[in-house]
């Protein structure tokens, strides 16, 4: 294969990823953690496929990307959520005991991968409190395992996604809500 014909396949899959991104709204700068494209290619692919969509109403958000832990256990309906997502990381690969550089790099493979659990979660979570870019955050926070890590429930064993720093007793959402001990 060519020089020119292997960058513009390369420049071909770039541009899936990022629209595929930007159809779940995510952030500019969680598109290029994976693809590398520039601010100015991102917003003109955002143009030309989405602003002006009758169908699709997909909004671009600005600002930062979600970094606070807290915000997966703050309420029992995010820690579900971030409880449903954590499982299918596992399930997927994407989230293992012991975290390798290689299931660290951001790459179009690790974007592609975390786009199809996102697709999958949303059968679950049609309306989810937890955005696209608050996921891919989830991901990194739960394989970093500074802040928040997955434990295993004191009353049902089940995992979930606990604050390490919080003084929350180890009990699951759904022993939470079935008040269970
Ligand atoms: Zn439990």
């Not at 960058?7 to 990022?18: M, P, V």
């Not at 928040?148 to 007793?169: E, Q, T």
Request: hydrophobic fraction near 35%; glycine fraction near 4%; proline fraction near 3%.
């Amino acid at each position: 294969m060519k020089v020119t014909e292997e960058r513009y396949l390369r420049e071909r899959h770039c541009f899936d990823l990022a629209i595929r991104m930007i159809g779940h709204e995510a952030r500019t700068q969680t598109i290029q953690s994976c693809t590398r494209l520039s601010e100015d290619r991102i917003r003109k692919l955002y143009r030309n496929f989405f602003k002006y969509s009758t169908t699709a109403n997909i909004r671009r958000h600005r600002g930062k990307a979600p970094r606070r832990c807290e915000y997966f256990v703050e309420t029992l309906a995010t820690q579900f959520e971030a409880t449903t997502l954590a499982a299918l990381f596992i399930a997927d690969g994407m989230l293992l005991q012991k975290a390798s550089s290689a299931t660290k790099e951001k790459n179009l493979g690790y974007g592609h991968s975390f786009c199809q659990i996102y697709d999958r979660f949303l059968d679950f979570h049609p309306s989810p409190r937890i955005s696209f870019d608050h996921g891919w955050f989830l991901l990194e926070a739960l394989s970093d395992a500074n802040e928040l890590a997955l434990r295993a429930c004191s009353v049902c064993k089940n995992w979930y996604p606990h604050d390490i720093l919080g003084l929350r007793p180890l009990k699951c959402p759904g022993c939470r809500v079935l008040k269970l001990s």
